[in-house]
């Protein structure tokens, strides 16, 4: 991260932190008050003033926190975000002013605004703040829930980072951390498996004490700033965020429940049968078939790969994901240690500098699909940021289409080379696996999320009453053929979704069934230069509606029937399989 600073003790972390106290101060001393008489070009100026702050914050915060969950253990690492975090916390303040007063301005006097080109530019950005206008609250008001937010909410998250990232789990008398546990419940030995499922339980059970009351603190956390803000439910923040309205979010989660049984209980019969089993255990859900390839991929060969399949797909892609691995200069962070963070993710940066990557890559096939969905994620920021640092803000709902639509063609990339019928049918199970991991079981995230905020309302919940629900929701959405009992109803505290970003999950469900029915799009080949107008819609993410970016594919996601396309795709992949099985059964090939 040198490209930030060059370590911790990198002197100029202060200096900037001053400067981004100074450029705060400034702000408020020379437009507090004043925005609705500013001429545009002093409209302007206060523009980017503000850019300038959120470039510099976005340096100091993004470097505090890449540290920090990447070497967890590690108190020095710790105690910089904690000090980066407060600090900024408090230079913040004099700012709170600008939104506010940029949601006073009538309608006139930002027609008379707009009128200049370069006003014009940052609409995107103001009418984001403008979104929030009834949701705001006095600046009073505002500075002390600012004030707050490093010893409440922020507080409650850091906890949860640092506790889970000092559990240990012990499997046949080795320890491992929880990115290296969740690793095992992909190994081929079904008593690997059970004992790494069985172990995350356990470890989970141990701690639920401090998980309960770590969750209970963060829904209410938010419940109290929803009511005061005036929010109707505990997921309309997030919608208005997404701009997807009550009812839209709605109907997809019917159209999934929906599907439930169609799609889980016939994946998951055939999984038990691979298995050998009459049913499989929770843990059991993504492990390989007994038959599959037990190749494990170098990182060189993954990155190949996955750089071939977008290469294949568009040049433009393929160009913006090559920086990515440059030799000299990485900027991806790969394989997993003690005290790094379990999971994937992909962290913005303004123009200036570049995305990062963080994997916990092992060599799995499932790596090399992670590695094309980060990447993915990348590639979009690289586009989209050409929007301007305040305009790019991209709604979670549009952010997870580009990392699933990128691991949706390496897939096929993978699949179009597998010339064996066995092979084909580990490959494509595998990928229903992902498919029913990010829009069934994420749906049945929400619906767990939503039922714990809903019942939080009425006072604190208990562990059990928490992993009831969890055990229903869990239960309802992988069918008659997965075993979710007393060894898997206490993981809850795994998904740090639920405690970082409260409501995220659904997003994923709305990208994979957005994607598929932009991949069936693609796959019948009527619309022209599909991948430059795919690239070009990446790159408007955050200026754009969903609804407005997809009518140059023909898709309207306001159709009753678009969830169902989208999910009709991985229905047509089991058809798929359940033809290759009775094929490969009947040659002996498979039992």
Request: a neutral charge; one cysteine or more.
């Amino acid at each position: 991260m040198t490209d930030l600073y060059l370590n911790p003790q990198d002197e100029r972390i202060e200096k900037d932190l001053a400067e981004y106290k100074r450029l705060n101060k400034n702000l408020a001393k020379k437009y507090k008050g004043k925005l609705s008489e500013l001429s545009a070009e002093d409209f302007l100026a206060s523009l980017q003033q503000v850019e300038q702050i959120n470039v510099l914050g976005s340096k100091l915060a993004v470097y505090a926190y890449l540290n920090m969950v990447t070497q967890m253990k590690n108190q020095e690492a710790v105690v910089l975000y904690q000090h980066i975090d407060e600090k900024m916390t408090e230079y913040a303040k004099p700012a709170i002013f600008y939104s506010l007063e940029l949601n006073r301005l009538s309608a006139t006097k930002l027609r008379e605004l707009y009128k200049n080109t370069n006003v014009a530019f940052y609409k995107p950005f103001i009418e984001r703040v403008r979104r929030f206008k009834s949701h705001e609250l006095p600046e009073e008001q505002e500075a002390i829930f600012l004030d707050k937010s490093v010893t409440s909410g922020s507080a409650w998250r850091r906890l949860y980072d640092e506790h889970s990232a000092r559990l240990t789990y012990t499997v046949n008398g080795k320890t491992y951390n929880d990115a290296e546990i969740s690793k095992l419940l992909q190994d081929k030995d079904p008593k690997i498996r059970e004992k790494a499922g069985k172990e995350l339980n356990r470890v989970s059970k141990e701690n639920s004490a401090l998980f309960t009351f770590i969750y209970n603190m963060i829904v209410k956390d938010k419940s109290i700033s929803d009511n005061y803000r005036g929010y109707k439910n505990p997921v309309s923040a997030r919608n208005l965020d997404n701009q997807v309205d009550d009812k839209a979010l709605e109907a997809l989660v019917s159209s999934v429940r929906g599907q439930y049984k169609n799609i889980a209980d016939r994946f998951y019969k055939l999984k038990a049968k691979w298995l050998g089993v009459k049913k499989i255990q929770y843990w059991d859900r993504n492990a390989p078939l007994p038959f599959s390839d037990d190749k494990l991929y170098e990182w060189n060969e993954s990155v190949n790969i996955v750089l071939e399949a977008y290469q294949q797909f568009s040049e433009e892609l393929y160009q913006t994901a090559l920086p990515f691995f440059n030799a000299n200069h990485s900027w991806i962070d790969v394989p997993p240690r003690d005290g790094k963070r379990s999971g994937a993710f992909a962290m913005p940066l303004p123009a200036k500098f570049h995305p990062y990557l963080m994997l916990n890559f092992v060599g799995k096939q499932n790596d090399v699909l992670t590695l094309a969905h980060e990447l993915g994620h990348g590639c979009h920021m690289r586009l989209a940021i050409k929007q301007g640092e305040l305009n790019e803000d991209t709604p979670m709902i549009l952010a997870e289409v580009a990392s699933v639509f990128a691991e949706m063609i390496t897939f096929q990339s993978l699949l179009s080379n597998l010339k064996d019928d066995k092979a084909k049918l580990c490959l494509i199970a595998s990928k229903v696996n992902d498919m029913i991991n990010t829009s069934l079981r994420q749906i049945a995230f929400h619906c767990f999320e939503t039922r714990v905020h809903q019942e939080r309302q009425n006072g604190e919940l208990s562990s059990e009453r928490i992993e009831d629900i969890w055990q229903e929701e869990m239960q309802t959405s992988l069918g008659n053929y997965v075993i979710v009992d007393e060894n898997s109803r206490a993981i809850w505290p795994i998904v740090s979704h639920f405690f970082h970003s409260p409501f995220y999950v659904y997003a994923y469900s709305f990208a994979d069934c957005l994607v598929n029915s932009l991949y069936q799009v693609y796959k019948d080949g009527k619309i022209s230069d599909f991948s430059s107008k795919y690239l070009q819609m990446l790159s408007q993410t955050g200026v754009k509606r969903y609804d407005s970016l997809l009518k140059p594919f023909g898709l309207d996601a306001t159709d009753s029937g678009f969830w169902n396309k989208g999910l009709s795709l991985i229905s047509d992949y089991i058809d798929e399989l359940e033809k290759l099985d009775k094929k490969l059964t009947k040659a002996g090939k498979i039992s």
